[in-house]
């Protein structure tokens, strides 16, 4: 059986409508920014069902929704795909449903309630948890849910404590329930052979030798000597012995007792490793150690919930335990939730896993939920490396299809009062290919009626890409100085890949651009097209009657195309061929050729094209935003918006 859903009302981020979050057989992973509600969301599981190292959460007022104690907290949990003996032990409790076939399949619904009891003095939480899918089924025996516990890695633990000896010590938990521990001889007797010997044979073994310790025999005699002669009345009859703590108790407490003796560690004879284990290190044994006390329990519940298991932990061991935990949950038919902030494990695991957290809103990444098809997920999860899945934790995403794009519009940002930074932007570079992939990632299935907006991702995205038509006089300026503005030599429309305006009427033009922006469009998705070509183009287009926009474009040209040494002349030589045109049309694509007959590089463009912005705009906010191409500016103010 496995956790197949959590609905949560009234608690911490989740408010008074019900929310439900549907989880993975296998792998869940829970991204978004701080205070989105992924903590909430495991917290809630805990609450309901109690964890294996028996830590009790106490709700207080700060756990209801904005904090309003009048409000009632409402958490239910599903369980389903229980196996026969799991519908044995849960028999009373369980309540059938139609599956799609309409055969009556069972499932384990928990209802937990809480209300903050004013009327005590001082105040303090009443909750109570009942079953069946409306709630009115019977009350969960304790013994029913001691078998519903599940293991929980809370963030920043301290997981070299965890591996160290002491009362109730995890590591002995973990250890005690290897079903093998308990095998073997209690004590060493002849023709047993030391290997053969228990845990508890062990211990007795420890005792005897301790008590022929001729040393310890001699302090013992003396201590009993003390006891006799000076301490107690006459008639007392005492005396000592050294022993390992319990020896005079049950077997099971013996095997306890030995097992809260135990540290475990790295064994420094086969690493390099000089003095304590990292954090980094010690957690991966932490988790280690729990993944094997899920595989070796016989409880029903197989749930493992971790936060933040990247915490201390290098990039490249972030990727081997993801690797790791994706295969445990599906080899080993273990279930896990875990919460993220890590950009690197959320692009390693399979977007389908993924449950985007926004506002205490959950939204599944699963095949079902998004407007991506088959296709997508395969093509993403080759693609969505850890730089672009930065898109995950951003409060709004500009999604670019190039480097110039990249390198420009976070300056850009700055310099019109919105910087990208401040927002909590994330700028994704596609290089060309899959903008319309990202974009249905924000994007729910089947809701794009504006009527289901309600349900939309809560996320502004925009992306920006070319227009692609070429002013009627570029060819010849840009492409081949042979070209003619009549058209009258050119090669036939279809044997070309280049098109300029005159090649559409209005109403092709209209569909062109609708082509366009319908190809990643709906919901909070929102494509903005260049208003005339291409990003280079339309910056000169916009620019050039502008003095000092002018020497910023031609500067960048200047100082990513030549030698420093020509840097003078050739900016004379730049802004009198300019001059010499007549259109602005004709400008911009004297300006553009440089691009188009590969004399200078775009991304290269764009990085000096922002230094010098930087510093001959600099709190210039409203003129800069005036001679900038306008589809840039309001895709900056789209995704920069409160």
Not at 19 to 28: D, R, S, V
Not at 56 to 73: C, G, K, P, Q, V
Not at 84 to 112: C, G, M, Q, V
Not at 318 to 347: D, R, W, Y
């Amino acid at each position: 059986m496995y956790l197949s859903s959590l609905k949560l009302k009234n608690f911490r981020s989740f408010g008074s409508a019900s929310h439900e979050i549907k989880f993975n057989k296998g792998l869940t992973v829970l991204v978004g920014e701080n205070d989105s509600g992924k903590s909430a969301i495991l917290d809630a599981i805990r609450i309901v069902l109690g964890t294996t190292d028996f830590n009790w959460y106490r709700i207080n007022a700060s756990d209801f929704y904005n904090e309003d104690s009048s409000l009632e907290i409402e958490i239910s949990c599903k369980f389903t795909d229980l196996s026969p003996i799991e519908t044995s032990a849960f028999l009373e409790y369980l309540t059938y449903e139609d599956d799609d076939s309409k055969r009556k399949i069972p499932s384990l619904y928990l209802h937990w309630n809480c209300r903050y009891m004013q009327s005590f003095k001082p105040p303090r939480p009443v909750s109570s948890m009942t079953t069946g899918k409306n709630g009115d089924g019977p009350i969960l025996s304790p013994e029913s849910r001691e078998m519903l516990r599940v293991t929980y890695l809370r963030a920043l633990r301290d997981a070299y404590s965890d591996m160290q000896s002491g009362r109730n010590s995890r590591l002995s938990q973990v250890v005690q329930n290897v079903p093998a521990i308990s095998e073997g001889e209690d004590d060493l007797k002849e023709g047993v052979e030391l290997k053969d010997l228990s845990l508890v044979g062990i211990f007795n073994l420890s005792n005897k030798l301790l008590a022929d310790y001729p040393a310890l025999k001699t302090v013992k005699d003396q201590m009993t000597g003390i006891l006799k002669n000076q301490m107690l009345l006459d008639g007392d009859n005492l005396a000592t012995r050294f022993e390992v703590t319990g020896s005079d108790t049950a077997d099971m407490k013996k095997l306890t007792t030995l097992l809260e003796k135990l540290d475990l560690t790295i064994d420094k004879d086969t690493t390099s490793l000089k003095g304590v284990p990292g954090l980094g290190t010690s957690n991966i044994m932490s988790m280690a150690c729990e993944l094997l006390l899920r595989r070796n329990s016989q409880e029903a519940c197989q749930l493992l919930l971790i936060e933040e298991p990247e915490a201390h932990i290098h990039a490249q061991r972030q990727m081997k335990l993801v690797k790791s935990l994706q295969n445990e949950a599906e080899v080993n038919s273990q279930q896990i939730i875990l919460t993220t902030h890590s950009p690197l494990l959320a692009s390693a695991v399979k977007l389908e896993n993924i449950i985007l957290i926004k506002n205490g809103n959950a939204y599944p990444l699963s095949k079902s939920e998004t407007s991506l098809k088959e296709d997508d997920y395969i093509f993403l999860e080759r693609y969505l490396d850890a730089t672009k899945a930065n898109l995950f934790f951003a409060r709004n995403v500009m999604i670019v299809e190039g480097p110039g794009e990249a390198l420009l519009l976070p300056t850009l940002s700055r310099l019109l009062g919105r910087d990208f930074v401040d927002f909590g932007v994330s700028l994704v570079d596609v290089r060309s290919t899959g903008l319309r992939r990202y974009s249905k990632i924000f994007q729910r299935k089947d809701k794009d009626n504006p009527k289901y907006s309600a349900d939309w991702l809560k996320v502004n995205v925009a992306c920006v890409t070319d227009r692609d038509i070429m002013p009627n006089c570029a060819p010849s300026i840009c492409l081949d100085k042979r070209l003619k503005d009549d058209k009258t030599n050119w090669p036939e429309e279809e044997n070309r890949k280049w098109r300029v305006e005159s090649d559409f009427d209005d109403t092709q033009k209209a569909i062109h651009l609708n082509d366009i922006e319908g190809k990643a469009n709906g919901q909070n998705v929102k494509t903005f097209v260049s208003d005339k070509w291409t990003l280079e183009y339309d910056l000169a287009y916009h620019g050039l009657n502008n003095v000092a926009m002018k020497n910023s474009l031609i500067k960048a040209i200047v100082k990513t195309t030549y030698a420093q040494v020509n840097w003078i002349s050739k900016t004379t030589e730049i802004s009198t061929a300019l001059d010499a045109r007549a259109s602005i049309e004709e400008k911009a694509s004297c300006f553009y050729s440089f691009f188009a007959k590969g004399n200078t590089s775009k991304a290269e463009f764009s990085q000096q094209l922002a230094l010098e912005l930087e510093t001959d705009f600099s709190g210039k906010e409203e003129e800069l935003k005036d001679i900038l191409p306008p589809y840039l500016v309001n895709a900056i103010l789209f995704v920069t918006k409160n």
